[in-house]
């Protein structure tokens, strides 16, 4: 299976050298995946049997392929609109569980889970980290190790852009240089350019984390789809 570099949607108005810089990172990520051993290993890698691996695929992959289709439908809107409302609301985090939701019945669960974003930790990482986890037993696999590796490069992504979009919005100063701009607040253009760097880094990982986890799936399980 080939996978080519994830690229911003057809019409995107993002700079060319920026798409080629993205294959050359993806081409590069491709690599070191293989070089970890994920593809060299041509027996199924699931550690805990596969009723345990059934059981969390239906549990975590249908979070993973929403968030998977909002980061490429309507994150990708608001990124290249530069819509800082939806950049922050889609990559917020639920509010820390009050004493109101630990009275209802199910502890404030879905309470919260409503107001996390539509490509948060809470919503879509933590699923994908629970399920790289199902991978591996009582040692690490290197499947385990290479999807976990995405997982926080997609972290790294999110936290930025809700940054970026708090610095916008002026609710954050930009303090510490963020994204090596400097310490002054950066302009809309430049934090524009960041963020959709920040989302074709992002689509990378989200890819390269799917490649991983198809690797030797059992054949009764449905691949889980790129970007």
Do not use: H
């Not at 916008?168 to 930009?174: I, M, R, T, Y």
């Not at 950066?186 to 799917?210: D, F, H, M, R, W």
């Amino acid at each position: 299976c080939v996978v080519g570099a994830f690229q911003l949607p057809f019409g995107s108005d993002a700079p060319v050298q920026q798409v080629e810089s993205s294959r050359k990172d993806f081409i590069s990520t491709s690599a070191s995946v293989i070089a970890g051993g994920v593809l060299v290993n041509s027996q199924p890698a699931y550690a805990r049997g596969r009723a345990t691996l059934e059981q969390a695929y239906d549990r975590y992959t249908p979070r993973i392929i929403e968030g998977g289709k909002f980061y490429k439908g309507e994150l990708y809107g608001a990124i290249s609109k530069s819509n800082w409302k939806a950049i922050q609301a889609a990559t917020a985090e639920p509010p820390k569980k009050s004493k109101e939701d630990r009275a209802l019945q199910d502890g404030g669960v879905a309470k919260r889970a409503a107001l996390a974003g539509g490509f948060s930790n809470a919503r879509v990482l933590s699923a994908m980290d629970l399920y790289a986890g199902t991978f591996s037993d009582s040692s690490i696999t290197q499947k385990t190790k290479a999807m976990k590796a995405e997982v926080e490069t997609l972290r790294e992504v999110v936290d930025g852009m809700n940054k970026a979009a708090k610095i916008a919005l002026g609710e954050e100063s930009a303090g510490g240089g963020l994204f090596g701009i400097g310490s002054k607040k950066p302009s809309t253009s430049e934090l524009s350019k960041q963020v959709q760097e920040l989302y074709i880094k992002g689509g990378n990982a989200y890819n390269a984390y799917v490649f991983a986890a198809n690797e030797g799936l059992p054949v009764q399980l449905t691949k889980l789809p790129f970007l």
